[in-house]
């Protein structure tokens, strides 16, 4: 299995904005066929999964993040994004990428994530 690497992750504060990048280890060119993934787990919780995007573009989200998260992918980079506006306490969690459990198997190794926390 490829690896992937997720950035981006800060301490905000409330309102504030923050982008995820997750980078895909070059695989030949099987990403932009994957429909990928963003999750987020905080202390004690499962890993739940919060946005993700079709290998044709379309995105869905869970209600919680409605209007507030966008995902978006750059195929040529094997790049997956989290673009999070208006961040809120709730929001606070470690974030990673994979391919969406829903629609597919696991196709990379899970990274170490990258932490978001959002502070009142």
């Known amino acids: 299995q490829a690896q992937v690497v997720e950035s981006g992750g800060a301490l905000v504060q409330q309102g504030g904005s923050l982008r995820l990048s997750c980078i895909a280890s070059?695989?030949?060119?099987?990403?932009?066929?994957?429909?990928m993934a963003w999750y987020r787990q905080a202390p004690g919780k499962q890993r739940d999964l919060v946005a993700s995007i079709t290998r044709d573009y379309s995105t869905n989200y869970i209600d919680s993040v409605k209007g507030r998260f966008t995902i978006s992918r750059d195929n040529a980079k094997n790049t997956v994004y989290l673009q999070m506006n208006n961040l809120k306490p709730e929001d606070s969690a470690v974030y990673y990428c994979n391919t969406d459990r829903n629609t597919s198997r696991t196709m990379y190794y899970w990274g170490q994530g990258t932490q978001v926390t959002v502070s009142s």
């Open positions: 070059a695989s030949g060119s099987t990403f932009g066929s994957y429909p």
